[in-house]
């Protein structure tokens, strides 16, 4: 069974900081991109973070660059989103998601609710 399944999430005071975990089975995971996706409410979702199925390569949308880093652990099969300086705009259902490389497979997991505020 393919699975994604994202933890971390919680309340947090702005300028705080979350660590979001995403851990992936039932696929070839180190062959696959990861993508972290928010969605507030009344918004579309808009993607956040996505990094290359090594971990070299790193891309971020402008409201969260210098605050969030994206990294992934091929040998634990798990995605991170490492959240600093907190904002109220922050506050989503975080996503996690992963793009077949060579692979045809688009997996989702069920979100996790990060909330900032005071």
């Known amino acids: 069974e393919v699975q994604l399944v994202e933890s971390g999430g919680g309340l947090v005071q702005p300028g705080g900081s979350l660590r979001l975990s995403c851990a992936a089975s039932?696929?070839?995971?180190?062959?696959?991109?990861m993508r972290w996706y928010r969605q507030a409410p009344g918004t579309e979702r808009e993607l956040v973070a996505t990094?290359?199925?090594?971990?070299?390569?790193?891309l971020y949308a402008d409201s969260v660059k210098g605050r969030f880093t994206i990294s992934r652990d091929n040998v634990k099969n798990t995605v991170y989103l490492q959240m600093n300086s907190l904002k109220p705009e922050d506050t989503a259902v975080y996503y996690c998601?992963?793009?077949?490389?060579?692979?045809?497979?688009?997996?989702w997991g069920q979100g996790t609710q990060v909330t900032v505020s005071s």
């Open positions: 998601n992963g793009v077949g490389v060579q692979a045809p497979g688009n997996y």
């Open positions: 039932g696929f070839s995971f180190s062959r696959y991109a």
């Open positions: 990094i290359n199925t090594s971990g070299g390569s790193t």
